[in-house]
């Protein structure tokens, strides 16, 4: 059965957010791409395309506060309500208390809590248009933070008080709210993390970005007598 749905999904061109989008356009759904990596966001709309109902692609750095309102104005052009909004994109640095210069606390503040924070304002007019559906993709840390981890975990916990008083806030719209908190996944960024650890870096041993989507939309599908709020999902042999 085909999913009329309009979704907007940031941080698409990553490893999970790709996965996402997919799962997503499987179900007939419109999709907007966005992110900041043009070519790598016109892959990922070649693979959406054959089951999507339409796909745009949307090249935008959304830092910047101009870039949140263009992207709310072409979705109010090309889409006119939206019944999902995916929050994927985001930054992520290791790093101790005592030696993170504060430089870079600002940086994953502005990506990790303000860019969500903002882009969620602009579009909840045309969430509530359809009683739509918010996704946030949290992390573990935002949970169960860990040495060299305190500057991005702060961010983390912030964006999960925001998620959680939003909902509070907005189910009376209709409007149902999840927050995926994932552990350690198959991901360029965690191959990289791995190679900061001095560590051997084993995909198979994480999760994969599609058990995340499998997860996010099983969520989505449900029926509106039930709302999954938060979910944790770790990797089944956890290979920290």
Not at 71 to 83: H, K, M, P
Not at 204 to 232: F, G, H, M, W
Request: with cysteine; net charge positive; proline share 5%.
């Amino acid at each position: 059965m085909s999913r009329e749905w309009k979704a907007a999904i940031t941080g698409a061109s990553s490893r999970i957010g790709t996965a996402i989008a997919a799962a997503i356009a499987s179900e007939g759904s419109s999709v907007c791409l966005i992110g900041r990596d043009l070519a790598r966001l016109e892959a990922v709309a070649g693979l959406s395309s054959a089951t999507a109902r339409a796909v745009l692609v949307h090249e935008a750095d959304l830092n910047v506060d101009g870039a949140v309102k263009e992207l709310g104005q072409r979705l109010r052009d090309e889409f006119g309500a939206l019944d999902v909004l995916v929050h994927c994109a985001g930054a992520f640095t290791t790093g101790s208390v005592e030696k993170t210069p504060v430089q870079q606390l600002d940086l994953l503040y502005r990506m990790n809590v303000r860019m969500p924070f903002l882009l969620t304002q602009e579009l909840l007019p045309l969430l509530k248009a359809r009683q739509g559906q918010i996704v946030f993709v949290n992390s573990s840390q935002g949970l169960h933070p860990k040495a060299n981890s305190g500057p991005f975990a702060a961010t983390q916990h912030a964006l999960k008080a925001i998620t959680d008083s939003l909902r509070q806030e907005i189910n009376v719209d209709g409007i149902r709210v999840l927050s995926i908190y994932p552990g350690r996944t198959a991901t360029p960024r965690m191959k990289a993390l791995y190679k900061i650890e001095h560590r051997s870096y084993q995909p198979e041993l994480l999760l994969q970005a599609e058990d995340i989507a499998k997860v996010v939309l099983n969520s989505l599908l449900l029926p509106r007598t039930a709302e999954v709020t938060n979910v944790e999902i770790r990797p089944h042999f956890k290979p920290y």
